[in-house]
């Protein structure tokens, strides 16, 4: 039987001190029916906005995930979306009576424990998942941040950190099944290191947070004076003056700095939409690593959607056949240029023309010296960019693509009957009807044409 969505069985409050603002904010989270998803609902603010929880919606992660639509922004949203996913819920209202999620104690505990108290209830629709089908890569060389997602039948993350600190040592966590989030990783607290929090706190900025949200680490002794101004600044006397673990009770696991991070993880992958299923490796991730993951894979999601809509039968190496492009494009015999598309990304895909002697064209290009005209290289390369704008519009047999401008048009090498003219072409540039890409083609991996094409994109019933 397939998985049914969850919502809560009744409304549910948990109220504290917000993060960044230090004032007092209540959150609740509604019941929401088959298909809503987790939406932010700002009540402070008139008219009630709605902010969806979505990666395209993202607008700053510098110090938590924030979210942005209509110039309403919430702030800190990963560690109430890492209790909702980590518990596998499906569609909660946000009720915010303030900017951000009160912090609570740094951790998804609080979160989890009020959304268990409210109940589950089953729902009447299937649980959508994304299952990954092709590895997904991201790295940050500068910050030595490295993510990765492998095709799996389930979800599983582990997660390695390692700050080069004597005091903090490498660590690593990791997440077999989102069926023991709960107990393995939802009480695991936000943290930083004392130069960090300190130097916020200057700046004006996380005026609430305090060692009752936040474990801080310091990485030398505390002199007198600066212990002094610590016992002011968080209001506590128990402070000691060592390296280490400022918070007097420690730890709550050996390694919860890192199960931390599988926790912010999970908080923002859930702005995907969907539960996923792949094994997720992450070195030194952070919100900016996390949600840059969460957009490849969302387009993934969109991508493989697009596909299906187009060919119906799957084949290996093909992402959309010919009877596929035929659907996409208006193009006939003898002027249907691109034969299958075997690669299909976000800005970039990849279409292949086998040239055979049945061309009408070489009938009198030339005779006794077949080659392919320059100008219908740049044609076929025009019509893969036609499909790769699959991507930015939903009904392809509503437009039609013109050439604009070609630039810098280069013809290396001739192309003959026999050869395979493999099409690259990336998408540099969309300004409302306006599209800009570059293109190269190649025969047995040599360039033989490159060019940079302008197209206009006009609705039928425009003409």
């Not at 009744?10 to 209540?26: A, D, E, N, R, Y």
């Not at 991070?261 to 094994?279: E, Q, R, S, T, Y």
Request: glycine share 8%; hydrophobic share 40%.
């Amino acid at each position: 039987m397939p998985i049914k969505q969850h919502t809560i069985g009744k409304p549910v409050s948990v109220s504290g001190i917000g993060l960044h603002t230090g004032k007092p904010v209540t959150l609740t989270f509604h019941p929401a029916p088959d298909n809503h998803g987790f939406i932010f609902r700002r009540t402070d603010l008139e008219g009630n906005p709605e902010v969806p929880a979505d990666v395209s919606l993202v607008v700053d992660t510098s110090r938590g995930t924030t979210l942005g639509k209509n110039n309403v922004n919430v702030h800190t949203v990963e560690h109430v979306l890492a209790a909702l996913a980590g518990l596998e819920f499906d569609n909660i209202l946000i009720d915010l009576d303030g900017p951000e999620p009160p912090a609570m104690d740094g951790s998804a505990a609080k979160f989890a424990e009020a959304l268990m108290q409210a109940g589950r209830v089953t729902q009447e629709s299937p649980r959508e998942y994304f299952e990954i089908e092709e590895a997904v890569h991201l790295v940050e060389e500068d910050r030595k941040v490295e993510l990765a997602v492998l095709p799996a039948h389930s979800f599983r993350a582990t997660v390695m950190i390692d700050f080069d600190s004597e005091t903090l040592k490498p660590q690593h966590a990791t997440l077999d099944s989102m069926k023991s989030f709960g107990e393995t990783v939802a009480d695991s607290r936000t943290f930083c290191f004392l130069h960090e929090l300190e130097s916020l706190h200057a700046a004006g900025l996380i005026q609430g947070g305090s060692l009752d949200n936040a474990v801080v680490v310091a990485e030398k002794p505390i002199e007198a004076e600066h212990l002094a101004r610590l016992h002011t600044l968080f209001g506590r006397e128990d402070i000691q003056p060592e390296p280490g673990v400022l918070n007097p009770e420690g730890f709550r696991h050996d390694n919860e700095p890192a199960r931390h991070k599988l926790l912010d993880l999970v908080g923002d992958l859930a702005l995907i939409g969907m539960p996923i299923k792949g094994h997720i490796l992450a070195t030194r991730p952070g919100h900016k690593a996390n949600v840059e993951l969460a957009k490849k894979i969302k387009a993934q999601i969109k991508q493989r959607k697009i596909a299906r809509r187009f060919q119906k039968e799957e084949k290996k190496g093909v992402v959309f056949d010919i009877n596929a492009i035929q659907e996409i494009l208006p193009h006939r015999y003898p002027f249907l240029l691109v034969d299958k598309i075997v690669d299909f990304g976000e800005n970039t895909i990849t279409g292949v023309k086998n040239v055979t002697m049945n061309e009408p064209f070489f009938q009198g290009h030339f005779p006794g010296n077949p080659i392919m005209p320059g100008v219908l290289q740049l044609e076929a390369m025009g019509q893969v960019g036609g499909i790769l704008l699959l991507n930015t519009i939903d009904n392809p047999q509503s437009i039609w693509v013109y050439f604009v401008a070609i630039d810098n048009v280069r013809f290396k090498k001739p192309v003959i009957p026999g050869d395979t003219l493999v099409l690259e072409l990336e998408l540099t540039a969309l300004k409302r009807s306006i599209c800009k890409m570059t293109g190269k083609g190649y025969v047995d991996g040599q360039l033989v044409c490159s060019a940079d094409l302008v197209a206009s994109v006009v609705p039928k019933n425009k003409l």
